[in-house]
């Protein structure tokens, strides 16, 4: 992997390379949706920051033109055969730590449904490794995934070695919800925008990664741009989760309240239904029905809601009473 194999980030692929340029330790806050290429494009530039190739080229003193060449600018290899590329794209470089909920359970000895936030213990100890000498490449690399479930006491601490980070330490923060952010955490981060790809690059994204051109069309249609939800999208449960969730699109026009309720869902369960519903509200509106917008933006309301804490349950218990009256009204109104 290598800078110029990301598809369909040409800005943020550049405010990483001006980063690399300047050697500098300022926080880096990739944000944008789900399944997009952030944590790749952290990935890349933490193999950009370690590559032992580079390393060389500078401690062996080489001529001004490879010097260039060795610049943090240069693009690794897509296939570079150094033990560090490999051990970061592997996830074993002792250097390059990835915080998530799941390398919080496995830290904890938890299971991974018992995790719902960030604690502080887990910043504290990342906080103290940061801290500490890099055990084999020039730096430490931090990774936290989805920043915005920090509980207020871990953003906090996290806070503190964003103000003043260590020598060669770089910080990347990952969100698919900025706004849940503490304004002080994204005022002390340099913001690296993702965005979804268009319909072109996704079909260049889901070739490369070896998708048959028969299934492309409808794994579009479910991904809303974001490669990594054509890949979940892509096994067979999804599709059945988003077909359920077309057929209830089509009943809501004589749906009934009651027949809302009787379903206890995660925050994450709640979350995928909402992205499922935007599929055929997307689709209705591409078809020219004048209605879709409202609904379009009255799943994206119960998105914002559910991102604010609101009881996952609820929220799409609300989301669908209120779509079910939108369909009803635009029924009586043909």
């Known amino acids: 992997m290598h800078f110029s194999s990301i598809i369909g980030q040409p800005l943020a692929v550049s405010l990483c390379q001006r980063w690399l340029e300047k050697g500098s330790t300022n ?21 950009q920051l370690n590559c032992d190739a580079k390393t060389r080229g500078r401690e062996d003193g080489e001529s001004h033109k490879n010097n260039i060449a060795m610049s943090p600018s240069h693009h690794v290899s897509p296939s570079c055969p150094c033990n560090s590329c490999h051990r970061i794209a592997a996830g074993n470089h002792p250097d390059v730590h990835a915080l998530s909920l799941a390398s919080q359970a496995v830290e904890r000895k938890e299971p991974l449904e018992k995790q719902h936030h960030l604690r502080i213990e887990t910043i504290l ?17 931090c990774i936290v995934d989805d920043a915005h479930l920090l509980t207020m006491d871990a953003a906090n601490a996290l806070l503190k070695v964003l103000e ?17 952010l503490l304004g002080t955490i ?37 991904a809303l741009g974001s490669p990594g939800k054509a890949l979940q999208a892509h096994r067979e449960d999804d599709i059945h989760a988003i077909t359920e969730a077309e057929h209830l699109w089509e009943k809501l026009s004589h749906l009934t309240p ?16 909402l992205a499922h519903l935007l599929i055929p509200a997307r689709r209705a509106l591409h078809a020219g029905n004048t209605k879709a917008p409202q609904a379009i933006q009255t799943i994206l309301r119960a998105q914002a809601r559910l991102r604010s804490n609101v009881q996952p349950t609820l929220a799409y218990e609300d989301l669908v009473i209120q779509l079910a009256s939108l369909r009803q009204r635009e029924a009586r109104s043909e």
């Open 27 to 47: 926080p880096l806050l990739f944000y944008g949706f789900d399944g997009i290429g952030k944590r790749t494009l952290a990935l890349e530039v933490a193999k």
């Open 164 to 180: 003043e980070p260590p020598e060669k330490t770089a910080i990347f923060l990952l969100t698919s919800a900025k706004d849940r």
């Open 258 to 273: 009651a027949a809302c309720f009787g379903q206890k869902l995660t925050r994450a369960q709640a979350e995928e239904k």
């Open 125 to 141: 100890n990342e906080r103290r490794r940061l801290f500490q000498s890099p055990l084999e490449g020039p730096w430490k690399v």
């Open 186 to 222: 994204q005022s002390r981060c340099q913001p690296v925008r993702c965005r979804s790809l268009n319909d072109e690059e996704m079909h260049r994204c889901l070739t490369s990664l070896t998708i048959p051109e028969e299934n492309q069309t409808r794994l579009l249609e479910m």
